[in-house]
Nanobody
Protein backbone atom coordinates (compact mmCIF):
# COMPACT_ATOMS: atom_id res chain seq x y z
CA UNK A 1 0.00 0.00 0.00
CA UNK A 2 1.35 3.38 -1.00
CA UNK A 3 1.46 5.66 1.99
CA UNK A 4 2.97 8.95 3.10
CA UNK A 5 2.40 10.11 6.66
CA UNK A 6 3.54 13.54 7.83
CA UNK A 7 4.03 14.62 11.43
CA UNK A 8 5.69 17.32 13.48
CA UNK A 9 3.60 20.37 12.69
CA UNK A 10 2.33 22.76 15.32
CA UNK A 11 2.12 26.31 16.56
CA UNK A 12 5.40 28.19 16.95
CA UNK A 13 6.42 31.79 17.44
CA UNK A 14 8.22 33.70 14.73
CA UNK A 15 11.93 32.97 14.91
CA UNK A 16 11.33 29.49 16.25
CA UNK A 17 12.01 26.06 14.78
CA UNK A 18 10.11 22.92 13.87
CA UNK A 19 11.10 19.58 12.41
CA UNK A 20 8.67 17.82 10.12
CA UNK A 21 8.87 14.10 9.43
CA UNK A 22 7.40 11.98 6.67
CA UNK A 23 7.20 8.21 6.78
CA UNK A 24 6.95 6.67 3.33
CA UNK A 25 6.15 3.17 2.16
CA UNK A 26 9.15 1.54 0.57
CA UNK A 27 7.54 1.14 -2.82
CA UNK A 28 7.47 4.89 -3.46
CA UNK A 29 10.46 5.97 -1.41
CA UNK A 30 13.22 3.83 -2.85
CA UNK A 31 14.91 5.40 -5.84
CA UNK A 32 12.61 8.42 -5.99
CA UNK A 33 13.15 12.03 -5.12
CA UNK A 34 11.10 13.32 -2.22
CA UNK A 35 9.66 16.78 -1.81
CA UNK A 36 7.99 18.97 0.74
CA UNK A 37 5.18 21.26 -0.43
CA UNK A 38 3.15 23.77 1.49
CA UNK A 39 -0.20 25.39 0.93
CA UNK A 40 -1.18 28.61 2.63
CA UNK A 41 -4.85 29.60 2.93
CA UNK A 42 -6.14 30.88 -0.39
CA UNK A 43 -2.89 30.07 -2.20
CA UNK A 44 -1.68 27.34 -4.50
CA UNK A 45 0.43 24.51 -3.22
CA UNK A 46 4.12 25.32 -3.69
CA UNK A 47 7.30 23.28 -3.62
CA UNK A 48 9.45 24.17 -0.64
CA UNK A 49 12.33 21.70 -0.95
CA UNK A 50 13.22 18.43 -2.59
CA UNK A 51 15.92 15.81 -2.26
CA UNK A 52 17.05 13.12 -4.68
CA UNK A 53 17.64 9.52 -3.68
CA UNK A 54 21.35 10.36 -3.68
CA UNK A 55 20.92 13.30 -1.35
CA UNK A 56 21.11 16.31 -3.69
CA UNK A 57 18.87 19.08 -2.45
CA UNK A 58 16.99 22.04 -3.89
CA UNK A 59 15.14 24.82 -2.11
CA UNK A 60 12.67 27.53 -2.90
CA UNK A 61 14.29 30.96 -2.67
CA UNK A 62 11.95 31.88 0.18
CA UNK A 63 13.36 29.20 2.48
CA UNK A 64 17.03 29.00 1.46
CA UNK A 65 19.30 29.24 4.47
CA UNK A 66 16.43 28.57 6.88
CA UNK A 67 15.10 25.11 5.93
CA UNK A 68 17.01 21.86 5.52
CA UNK A 69 15.62 18.75 3.86
CA UNK A 70 17.14 15.37 4.59
CA UNK A 71 16.30 11.70 4.18
CA UNK A 72 17.11 8.42 5.86
CA UNK A 73 17.02 5.78 3.16
CA UNK A 74 17.30 2.94 5.68
CA UNK A 75 14.14 4.09 7.45
CA UNK A 76 12.17 5.40 4.44
CA UNK A 77 11.95 8.78 6.16
CA UNK A 78 12.28 12.33 4.91
CA UNK A 79 12.60 15.36 7.16
CA UNK A 80 12.27 19.11 6.94
CA UNK A 81 14.12 21.10 9.58
CA UNK A 82 12.67 24.61 9.65
CA UNK A 83 14.41 27.43 11.48
CA UNK A 84 13.96 31.20 11.75
CA UNK A 85 10.30 30.67 10.97
CA UNK A 86 8.23 33.56 9.69
CA UNK A 87 4.51 34.18 9.65
CA UNK A 88 4.52 33.61 5.89
CA UNK A 89 5.71 30.03 6.46
CA UNK A 90 2.27 29.22 7.84
CA UNK A 91 0.41 26.54 5.93
CA UNK A 92 -0.26 22.87 5.54
CA UNK A 93 2.92 20.99 4.68
CA UNK A 94 2.73 17.93 2.46
CA UNK A 95 5.21 15.21 1.70
CA UNK A 96 5.45 13.98 -1.87
CA UNK A 97 7.34 11.43 -3.95
CA UNK A 98 8.53 12.49 -7.38
CA UNK A 99 11.24 12.70 -9.98
CA UNK A 100 13.98 15.30 -10.25
CA UNK A 101 15.64 16.44 -13.46
CA UNK A 102 18.42 18.97 -13.81
CA UNK A 103 15.81 21.70 -14.06
CA UNK A 104 12.79 20.77 -12.06
CA UNK A 105 11.02 18.51 -9.61
CA UNK A 106 8.10 16.51 -11.01
CA UNK A 107 5.64 15.34 -8.37
CA UNK A 108 4.01 11.96 -8.72
CA UNK A 109 0.48 11.58 -7.48
CA UNK A 110 1.49 10.38 -4.04
CA UNK A 111 0.58 12.74 -1.21
CA UNK A 112 0.26 12.54 2.53
CA UNK A 113 -2.58 14.07 4.54
CA UNK A 114 -0.48 17.08 5.46
CA UNK A 115 0.57 18.62 8.75
CA UNK A 116 -0.38 22.14 9.84
CA UNK A 117 2.36 24.65 10.63
CA UNK A 118 1.27 27.92 12.19
CA UNK A 119 3.79 30.67 12.88
CA UNK A 120 2.58 33.47 15.11
CA UNK A 121 4.10 36.90 14.70
Amino acid sequence: QVQLVESGGGLVQAGGSLRLSCAASGSIFSGNAMGWYRQAPGKQRELVADITSGGSTNYADSVKGRFTISRDNAKNMVYLQMSSLKAEDTGVYYCNAGKRSSYSYYPMDYWGQGTQVTVSS
